[in-house]
């Protein structure tokens, strides 16, 4: 069956901008996730959304970052007035509600000029 | 909440030498442990992963073993190939968390041929 996917795969924008990253979970699938992921960095772990519960936001670096999701499908992860150290990639991930572990997307990279 | 360390953060192993990787966790209501391979500029992916009621599981030259009563699991890699350079990650999932998981910094495994 289909992956995680993400789009676009390649953001460039200019600092100040507001950019909208984009995720489709596998179906099914009740747990989603945004991770960042700076160049050879680690998973910094963002949002968590689980079925209809209220998300974990305890990640998320400052209040320009804001995450959404309808239902149980497509998560947009929105960074208003972005900064150049917002540059990385960003990974969403999905997962049944409990069981096994999390398969990723292929990430989008976002570039702040 | 949970906290997981990794070592080495860097590995360096002759083709056909045997590589491990150890992660510390330090909540002991931990009960999922998978690990992810990730190459260079591609996605994490799930490689092989323990549950709590057993101490070691294999997979062909992958095998984790897990000792709970010291709060660590570990990636051994037998054989390695030049194609098992990557970097490793391993994660933890508390018991009350869903299916939320807590990464370890990773590890950079270069396979000489």
């Known amino acids: 069956g289909a992956g995680v996917s993400q789009s676009p795969s390649n953001k460039v924008t200019e600092k100040g901008k507001d950019v909208e990253l984009r995720c489709d979970p596998i179906?099914?699938?009740?747990?989603l996730y945004w991770y960042r992921q700076r160049l050879g960095q680690g998973l910094e772990f963002l949002i968590y959304?689980?079925?209809?519960?209220?998300?974990?936001k305890s990640g998320l670096p400052s209040d320009r970052f804001s995450a959404e999701r309808t239902g149980e499908s497509v998560s947009t992860l929105t960074i208003q007035r972005t900064q150049q150290e917002d540059s990385a990639v960003y990974l969403c991930a999905s997962s049944p509600a409990f069981g096994t572990g999390q398969y990723f997307g292929p990430g989008t990279r976002l570039t702040v000029t | 909440g949970e906290n997981v360390e990794q070592h080495p953060s860097t590995l360096s192993v002759q083709e056909g030498d045997s590589a491990v990787i150890k992660c510390t966790y330090s909540?002991?209501?931990?009960?999922?442990f998978p690990w992810y391979k990730q190459e260079l500029g591609k996605r994490p992916q799930l490689i092989i992963d323990i549950r709590s009621n057993v101490g070691e599981k294999k997979d062909q030259r992958i095998a984790v073993t897990l000792n709970k009563t010291a709060k660590h699991f570990s990636l051994h890699i037998t054989e390695t190939q030049p194609e098992d350079s990557a970097v490793y990650f391993c994660a933890a999932r508390l018991n009350n968390a869903g299916n939320m998981l807590t990464f370890g910094g990773g590890t950079r495994l270069m396979v000489k041929p």
């Open positions: 909540d002991s209501a931990s009960n999922y």
């Open positions: 959304f689980q079925g209809n519960s209220a998300p974990d």
């Open positions: 179906s099914g699938h009740t747990a």
